[in-house]
């Protein structure tokens, strides 16, 4: 789970665990604990994947105690700037329905790229009268739009004949593939487009390494998969050193 949708080839993830193994057997003649081989996990995924460790780390440590992951947390963003940055949204805003794109256009935006599910409408549902609306007025004043989405076409192709938009399915987010193929189909370019999205390390993530400006939007109703309901609460820590770098 902590690798799910990561960019990590999966001889990278074979090497973790033939390092773990190894490291198990030189070191320890008895039976090993479930603790020492957590730690041997965190340890290990920290150097290959930031994203894939926060994610071991909170499902492990159960958020039993939320100041020492905050810190741990932290600590990972002093290590790495760089790389965390790119968790962190270009602007906020409470809904996709509520950001000006009058003023992204004349500020020299052509095209939108959209999550859908809890981004656009609940997930699973079809177009809504707000959703259509929404895309008629981005057609209105020049922007030409791309669907990108993690779920697979008949969730997405439907969709987005109802809305009259371009859409690439199964993107692979954070993969920055999917959002490169969506600007070729509309003709934009990372400076001339952005992207809105609900969630930080799939929409965010691939959207700032792919150096397109993202909006991070409220998702649009509360009830979510198990997995996803994990991330959220990882998120809100994301967030909490976000808003505090914005307030310095």
């Given amino acids: 789970m902590a690798c799910h949708k990561r960019p990590i080839p999966t001889d990278a993830v074979n090497r973790l665990v033939d390092d773990i193994e190894t490291t198990i ?6 039976e090993v604990s479930s603790k020492v ?30 100041n020492n992951f905050a ?14 940055s790119k968790l962190y949204p270009w602007a906020e805003a409470a809904s996709a329905y509520q950001i000006d794109y009058q003023k992204e256009y004349d500020n020299g935006v052509r095209g939108v790229l959209f999550d859908v599910d809890n981004t656009l409408v609940r997930h699973g549902e079809p177009a809504t009268k707000q959703a259509k609306e929404l895309f008629e007025h981005l057609r209105s004043i020049g922007l030409k739009t791309c669907i990108i ?3 697979k076409e008949p969730r997405v192709s439907p969709f987005a004949k109802e809305v009259g938009s371009y859409y690439i399915y199964k993107a692979g987010k954070p ?8 600007m070729k ?3 934009t370019t990372p400076d001339t487009t952005i992207f809105i999205g609900d969630q930080i390390f799939t929409d965010i993530y691939g959207a700032n390494r792919a150096g ?18 994990l991330k959220r609460y990882i998120e809100r820590i994301v967030l909490f050193f ?5 307030k310095r």
């Fill in 185 to 187: 189909r509309i003709h």
């Fill in 175 to 182: 993969s920055v593939r999917g959002y490169e193929d969506a």
């Fill in 212 to 229: 397109i400006r993202t909006y991070l939007v409220q998702p649009i109703h509360p009830k979510e998969e198990i997995q996803i309901v």
């Fill in 71 to 84: 810190q741990e947390l932290e600590n990972m963003i002093q290590r790495e700037q760089k790389t965390v």
């Fill in 242 to 246: 976000y808003h505090r770098r914005n």
């Fill in 37 to 66: 081989i957590g730690e041997l996990v965190m340890e290990k995924l920290k150097t290959l994947d930031e994203v894939a460790y926060v994610r071991f780390a909170s499902v492990y440590r159960s958020f039993t105690d939320l």
């Fill in 149 to 151: 989405s993690n779920n």
């Fill in 25 to 30: 057997f030189n070191n320890y003649e008895k």
